[in-house]
């Protein structure tokens, strides 16, 4: 598809540079020339350095619970808690999610068995998950989709009702509470993502967070090969270690978590304002007293009164330089190898399937401005007020 013949302005893209979704947000960045100076200086990168205790503890703090164990990515992570948490045979967990998620089961030769989610929240449904339990079934592993708390309480009466493990996906989550208290003290672990394209990041890196002491002091041996000291290996492990540079720049963020917050909710209180009214284009909302981070501007793209399918006001987007995402498409059992192994998996997923082909994120973070935000809203609106004409060009392109 030639996105650039598309453009509404005769050819012409309305931004002269890509706007992306997930441009990273920096800190202050003389602080962090200056940590790494003295990272430089002190020639200690990793395993263990003082800028990932340092980070470790900050972490651990700002979430209020006991142990942080800072990992070079959030699969990493998320393989590492899995693993130390013996899971086995199959574990409930949502389609609509990132690929991580369900890669990070199997990876370990757990079957990931997908549940629906609930169409009003975009969370695994917690009706749907006691339909799922078998007797092969150790956990259910929720995800915090787009920063938004899943049900954690009925997922957790649930756990407790049919004896599994409780595992939760965090990866949107840092910054976010669900009833008072932040993400991160929940089940019996959490896992967040500090990657480049998170609203809060370590360039590559993650976390397993617990209120749980033996689980904590496995993960960290599972996290460095097992060693115990030098020379004694007790346990089998990986490589999960965050380096000292990513500590760095977690430390260098964190100081600017707030502001970076406040940013963020700007602009998607921006872009409620200017999207309200549009037909078909719904803005998914952050409601309520909970904290949220914002960091994603999600639109559910109505069809039939829009006009124009969601693929399509992401192509006209595309052409105008705005790179808007449809992430998790086609929804992890419409990938591989989950296709294969399960390939009519999606006939008990139809919200997935609906969220999946309708769902559109929208550039946001400090990289971009209000202004920016005025105009992306209305080439939207003249997207859909021209969405006979633009369905005709996109019907003639292919
Ligand atoms: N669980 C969930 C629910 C997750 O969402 C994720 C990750 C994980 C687990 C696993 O955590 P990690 O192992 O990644 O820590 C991105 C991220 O790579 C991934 O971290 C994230 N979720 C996922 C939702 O999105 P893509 O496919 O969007 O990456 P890419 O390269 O297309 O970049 C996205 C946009 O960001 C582009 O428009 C370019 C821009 N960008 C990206 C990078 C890396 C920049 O401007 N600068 C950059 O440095 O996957």
Redesign the pocket.
Known sequence: MKYKDLSIFSGNPAFSSML?????NIGNRQRFLELMNDMLDRRWFSNDGPYVKEFEKKIAEYLGVKHCIAMC????A?EIVIRALELKGEVIVPSF??I??AHALQWQEITPVFCDIDPGTHHIDPKMVEKMITPRTTGILG?H?WGRPCDVEALSDLAQKHKLKLLF?A??AFGCSYNGRMIGNFGSAEVF??????FFNTM???AVVTNDDDLARKMRLMKNFGFAGYDNVIYIGTNGKMNEASAAMGLTNIESIEEIITINQRNYECYRKHLTGIPGINLLRYAGREKHNYQYITIEIDEAEAGLSRDGLQQVLWAENI?A?R?FYPGCHGMEPYKSFFPHAGMLLPETESKASSTLCLPTGTAVGTNEISVICEIIKLIIDNADLIRERIRNQE
Request: proline share 3%; net charge neutral.
């Open positions: 992306h979704v997930g441009h990273p990515n959030g699969t990493i998320l999610t990132f991580a998620t995800v989709i996906d990866a949107h993502s500090f990657h480049a394209t998170k590559e890196g993650g790179l995402r992430y």
